[in-house]
């Protein structure tokens, strides 16, 4: 199995797990894998995450060019400008995943925060950078934001949902669907009357000081 074959059955796999997971509705979502120095696989335009498989996927270079103009006449998603800029944006994470999760797009377009309240919120999610309205599909948003994720790993895009950049699909995985569920949990605080609960800060600076002291002992081997 080549690497092209590796991400594609990646890509299938995290779009059916996604699916499952009720974090897509319809073909309301796209991946895309970096499977070389200057290639992608991305999801087609119009593309249900659970439906896909390995021969659907779409390989673009950096520039946006399609790379297997054969490849079925198949035509890349409709969000490709956004996938492009976060894979230039970070080159450190080969997984960028777009979706709607409805409760998070619930709270982004009420102009409420997302708490993330549970250990597994603030280990998986980390921070939330947010992009304000912009025309889905058009080369404004792919900037709008790939300028945030040089301050978080999950932004959320009002009135639309989410891009979510990982090392690996099960990152990915892991970042999207703790960003619904502290969405969830966010949304039920607020009906109980709570504005403010969030995960313990001091939590996650220890976690933060062990990375950066694992990532120092690694430096120095």
């Known amino acids: 199995m080549t690497g092209s074959d590796e991400a594609a059955a990646a890509i299938v796999r995290l779009g059916r797990r996604l699916a499952a997971a009720g974090l897509v509705v319809g073909s309301g979502g796209n991946i895309s894998l970096r499977c070389g120095a200057d290639r992608i696989l991305v999801t087609p335009s119009g593309s249900a995450l659970d439906e896909l498989a390995p021969a659907d996927l779409v390989a673009l270079d950096l520039d946006g060019s399609v790379r297997d103009a054969d490849a079925g006449g198949l035509r890349p998603s409709s969000e490709a400008h956004m996938h492009l800029a976060a894979h230039r944006a970070r080159p450190d994470t080969p997984v960028v995943v777009h979706v709607h999760p409805p409760y998070a797009n619930l709270l982004v377009a ?112």
């Open 110 to 221: 009420l102009g409420r925060p997302i708490r993330l309240i549970t250990l597994d919120h603030a280990y998986y999610v980390r921070r939330i950078a947010l992009v304000p309205f912009v025309q889905s599909g058009s080369e404004e948003l792919g900037a709008a934001a790939a300028s945030r994720l040089g301050e978080a790993d999950v932004v959320v895009l009002a009135h639309h949902g989410c891009l979510v950049v990982a090392p690996d699909v099960g990152a990915a995985y892991e970042r999207v669907a703790n960003l619904e569920a502290a969405a969830t949990a966010t949304y039920r605080a607020l009906l109980l009357g709570d504005q403010a609960t969030v995960c313990p800060p001091e939590y996650l600076a220890c976690i933060q000081a062990r990375e950066a002291a694992a990532a120092g002992d690694v430096k120095e081997t």
